[in-house]
């Protein structure tokens, strides 16, 4: 079970390992490799609403930058079986993120919450954004009608999420993003001071120019090669599906602690 509290870097570290958000993940070394090559192949469904131009075509440089960031296995010939996320990788970026969400609440910043991955990440962002609520930032509302090929664009507990046949809709697209983008410009409303999202939610609104962080899994390269350029200010590495949502609770309260949140 999660522990309780807040908890200290040592025991958050202790605590992804255990629940594999971070250490021996479960997304296989040859599952990374293959994203890591459409990727640089140019697949568009790997770049998470980013413009990578053709800087990225070679999956030797994406797996160079996925082992500094993230923690994979820097062996290009390591091709099968177990791959890996450093937890203290994780926590730092965390910290980074901190920083960026404190700068937020000073400044009693719009904020604009968004999750592809509503079944592990729903509850980080809506904590998130509730933190954020009390130290009186703006939570941006979204607008109404707004869809994408994939469904309906919608927000729940202050979260942008894709909904799809009453489901709650699993997505890397950056199109809900730019959906909602368009949406706050056609209705002549400011556009969010800082977008904390994950996947393509994320990297549509960095590429779009609105400060944004991240969570991304190891098989997700895009948003680690954007903030190894400084499009994105922080892209946070870890399994982001796990067995149960509230394995993320005491990374979520170390998010909060470490941003002066709590």
């Known amino acids: 079970m999660p522990i309780p509290g807040t908890p200290s870097r040592a025991e958050l570290a202790e605590h992804l390992v255990r629940t594999r958000i971070a250490g021996d993940v479960a997304t296989p070394r040859e599952n990374n490799l293959s994203h890591y090559r459409k990727l640089a192949n140019g697949d568009r469904g790997f770049w998470l609403g980013l413009e990578l131009g053709d800087r990225w075509t070679d999956e030797q440089d994406v797996l160079a930058v996925m082992a500094e960031r993230v923690g994979v296995n820097d062996d290009p010939e390591h091709r099968y079986g177990q791959d890996t996320i450093d937890p203290e990788l994780t926590i730092s970026a965390l910290e980074r993120m901190a920083g960026r969400l404190r700068k937020a609440a000073d400044g009693g910043q719009r904020v604009l919450f968004a999750t592809g991955h509503p079944g592990g990440l729903l509850d980080v962002h809506r904590a998130t ?128 602690s470490e941003a002066g949140l709590e």
């Open 129 to 256: 954004a509730a933190a954020l609520r009390t130290a009186r930032c703006e939570i941006v509302v979204i607008p109404e009608g707004l869809t994408t090929e994939e469904g309906y664009v919608q927000q729940f507990a202050d979260v942008s999420v894709l909904e799809h046949g009453a489901s709650l809709w699993h997505t890397h697209s950056g199109e809900p993003m730019k959906a909602i983008l368009t949406g706050l410009e056609r209705e002549g409303r400011p556009l969010p001071d800082l977008v904390v999202a994950d996947h393509g939610w994320a990297g549509y609104a960095a590429q779009h120019g609105v400060d944004a962080v991240g969570y991304a899994d190891c098989n997700d390269p895009a948003l680690f090669l954007a903030e190894s350029e400084g499009t994105l200010q922080v892209a946070v590495p870890l399994d982001d599906h796990v067995v149960s949502p509230r394995y993320y609770d005491p990374m979520t309260a170390y998010l909060l």
